[in-house]
């Protein structure tokens, strides 16, 4: 990374005298965590005229025409909260998206459910998108992006850390 976005941005603000594998892992953390909310608050616009948020086309993209997930497995899915999905729920059943229903084996859990007004919300919005995320990274070359994408697999794959 350039030196002038290291210092512009801060990724190694507090690490100064400090060097091994740990800096570079901390740097990359950071950089990671800044260009997910720079991707998510460009797809929020890229999405505000359906009146969605990326967290709520997250939801309805693991919804699919003959699936209906629990709430808990909705949350793992995303790695989100049991309370976070059922806010997006809620907020997607009043667009029409989504409904929630009774497990008919088991009356107290909540399954979600594709509404056909999301098949039709998705019909109309899957090119431009897909165009979209692939304006996000034009940065990088067709094998770069390749690259990065099995280096995220490799840590996504991978036992988590415990932290501390």
């Known amino acids: 990374m350039s030196e002038d976005v290291n210092a512009r941005l801060g990724f190694d603000a507090g690490m100064e005298g400090r060097a091994g594998p740990h800096l570079s892992a901390a740097v990359c953390f950071r950089l990671i965590q800044a260009l997910a909310r720079r991707q998510r608050a ?43 999905i059922k806010q997006l729920a809620a907020a997607l059943e009043r667009k029409g998206l989504l409904e929630t229903r009774r497990d008919p084996a088991d009356r107290r859990i909540q399954r979600l459910a594709q509404t056909p007004a999301c098949a039709a919300f998705w019909a109309s919005r899957d090119s431009d998108d897909y165009a979209a995320v692939g304006g996000m990274f034009q940065a990088l070359s067709p094998d770069e992006l390749g690259e990065l994408r099995a280096l995220l697999a490799k840590l996504f794959n991978s036992p988590p850390h415990p932290a501390g």
């Open 42 to 84: 460009a797809m929020d616009r890229a999405l505000e005229d359906a009146g969605v948020t990326t967290q709520q086309a997250a939801l309805l993209t693991i919804i699919g025409p003959g699936g209906a997930p629990s709430l808990s497995e909705a949350a793992a899915a995303l790695q989100t909260s049991y309370q976070n």
